[in-house]
């Protein structure tokens, strides 16, 4: 239940209103923007809320409980705030959002409506769709540490200690690999040079990040690593937000598909394997009684 300043409840009880909404972004990357559905500017709590962006919002739910509320926020892309690559990049996701009804009359009137985060993120060619999630969100989302016969850690990471320098490679696009869809190929797969160190398959679920070129600073990982008759070729998990292009610079660095034989096989890491190999798994729970098979509820690695 919200509390409205008695001036501000005074206001709202007339027929007609001097009332906006406002919406304060704040990005992963600490970048503060504001926005308004009003027709001009208004600044308060330090940031100025830029008025005539295209926003136009869905009602707003609440409900008691625990359940999770949405809001969705509809914009033109015509804020210089907001770009199309920046939505591309991902710079927007997960951003904390606080949704502020003001009086533009007199902004130190305002009430905080709804704070959460910016989920799913639509965008066409011109205009896009923001879901504001609501704090309960983050009630659904795995904290702590998941036990499951896979390695819980990162590769490379202070609990996994595999040295990243000897597996980590300087690449250079060859040329880009046509695809069915618009934009597919040069967005997605390529062959490439500088990689003839690296078997086939090692670079498969790692990471590689841009040095140069249109998409240089970002990062993505790789779905397949692959080098029929000798020349190598990638596929990434997702489209990059601007086209690849020959003789783009990148650095990849190998993955880990967390099982515990890439563990000792690869990396000669197994003391530092972060998974149970021998937790029993759903078989195991729904098997019956045999007297010639070990299913006493002891352990299976004796």
């Not at 504001?132 to 850690?153: I, M, N």
């Not at 869809?181 to 990689?195: D, K």
Request: proline share 4%.
């Amino acid at each position: 239940m919200k509390t409205i300043p008695p001036a501000m409840q005074a206001d709202l009880d007339r027929r007609a209103t001097t009332h906006c909404r406002c919406w304060q972004v704040t990005r992963k990357d600490g970048a503060v923007f504001g926005f308004t559905d009003h027709d001009r500017a208004l600044a308060f709590g330090g940031v100025t809320f830029e008025a005539a962006s295209g926003f136009t919002a869905s009602s707003l739910e609440a409900s008691l409980g625990l359940a999770v509320d949405n809001l969705d926020v509809e914009g033109a892309l015509s804020s210089a705030a907001i770009t199309e690559d920046d939505l591309a990049r991902g710079l927007w996701d997960d951003a904390a959002v606080s949704l502020w009804l003001v009086d533009w009359t007199d902004p130190d009137k305002r009430v905080l409506l709804r704070s959460g985060n910016i989920g799913e993120v639509a965008r066409g060619r011109t205009a896009f769709t923001a879901e504001l999630r609501g704090l309960s969100h983050r009630l659904g989302q795995p904290a702590g540490r998941l036990f499951s016969r896979t390695c819980a850690w990162e590769l490379g990471d202070a609990r996994c200690r595999v040295d990243l320098a000897p597996w980590t490679f300087a690449g250079e696009v060859a040329g880009v690999v046509a695809g069915a869809g618009a934009g597919a190929g040069e967005r997605r797969r390529f062959t490439a040079t500088g990689l003839e160190a690296a078997a086939p398959g090692v670079l498969a679920a790692g990471l590689l990040t841009w040095t140069s070129g249109a998409n240089a600073g970002q990062a993505i990982e790789v779905k397949r690593h692959a080098a029929p008759g000798g020349t190598v070729t990638l596929e990434l998990v997702l489209p990059m937000a601007d086209p690849i292009a020959p003789g783009d610079g990148f650095m990849v660095r190998a993955g880990c598909d967390k099982a515990m034989a890439t563990c000792r096989d690869r990396f000669a890491n197994l003391t530092n394997f972060g998974g149970f190999p021998h937790m029993p798994g759903n078989d195991r729970i729904i098997a019956y009684a045999d007297k010639d098979d070990l299913n006493d509820g002891g352990s299976l690695f004796r």
